[in-house]
């Protein structure tokens, strides 16, 4: 055997690791969460029921992230025409990690998830999609109620 192929024989397993640690990992399962140490500060986050609802700073959306079961659902809460005709969108949510960042998959869309001590930030930021935990606020819950119930 040449010393091209103990090099090459002992590169692989290297190689093999590097590939590995690259890997990403996504998940919709609630249980799931505790896979890594970034996903698991993002399960922490979460209350005793397994709900996380987050406003954005023009608190004209609020963002209901639950497990159903296991499963974990997105609900959108907002609204439009004068703040009087409400909005809501359901989707399933996904989380992936990759090398130590996040990225979400939900509506469709795939955006990066930066958890901070002070917010949540999804995507490229913007008062829109920076968040805080935070319970419904009033104006949101009245004119949901008001339609949805």
Same mark, same amino acid.
Not at 88 to 94: I, L, M, P, T
Not at 97 to 103: I, Q
């Given at each position: 055997?040449? *010393?091209?192929?103990?090099? $090459?024989?002992? =590169?692989? %397993?290297?190689?093999?690791?590097?590939?590995?640690?690259?890997? !990403?990992?996504?998940?919709?399962?609630?249980?799931?969460?505790?896979?890594?140490?970034?996903?698991?500060?993002?399960?922490?986050?979460?209350?005793?029921?397994?709900?996380?609802?987050?406003?954005?700073?023009?608190?004209?959306?609020?963002?209901?992230?639950?497990?159903?079961?296991?499963?974990?659902?997105?609900? *959108?809460?907002?609204?439009? $025409?004068?703040? =009087?005709? %409400?909005?809501?969108?359901?989707?399933?949510?996904?989380?992936? !990690?990759?090398?130590?960042?996040?990225?979400?998959?939900?509506?469709?869309?795939?955006?990066?998830?930066?958890?901070?001590?002070?917010?949540?930030?999804?995507?490229?930021?913007?008062?829109?999609?920076?968040?805080?935990?935070?319970?419904?606020?009033?104006?949101?819950?009245?004119?949901?109620?008001?339609?949805?119930?």
């Amino acid at each position: 055997m040449g *010393l091209g192929w103990l090099v $090459f024989l002992c =590169l692989s %397993p290297l190689a093999a690791a590097q590939s590995n640690a690259a890997a !990403e990992f996504c998940t919709g399962d609630f249980t799931e969460l505790d896979r890594s140490v970034i996903l698991n500060e993002f399960k922490l986050l979460f209350d005793e029921s397994k709900r996380l609802g987050l406003l954005n700073e023009t608190e004209g959306s609020y963002v209901l992230v639950e497990s159903v079961g296991d499963n974990l659902q997105v609900t *959108l809460f907002s609204t439009g $025409f004068f703040d =009087l005709i %409400p909005i809501r969108r359901r989707s399933e949510f996904k989380i992936c !990690e990759k090398s130590g960042s996040l990225t979400i998959e939900t509506f469709g869309r795939r955006e990066k998830l930066i958890i901070t001590p002070e917010r949540i930030v999804v995507g490229d930021g913007g008062a829109k999609y920076r968040f805080q935990i935070s319970d419904m606020p009033p104006h949101l819950m009245r004119v949901h109620h008001f339609f949805w119930q």
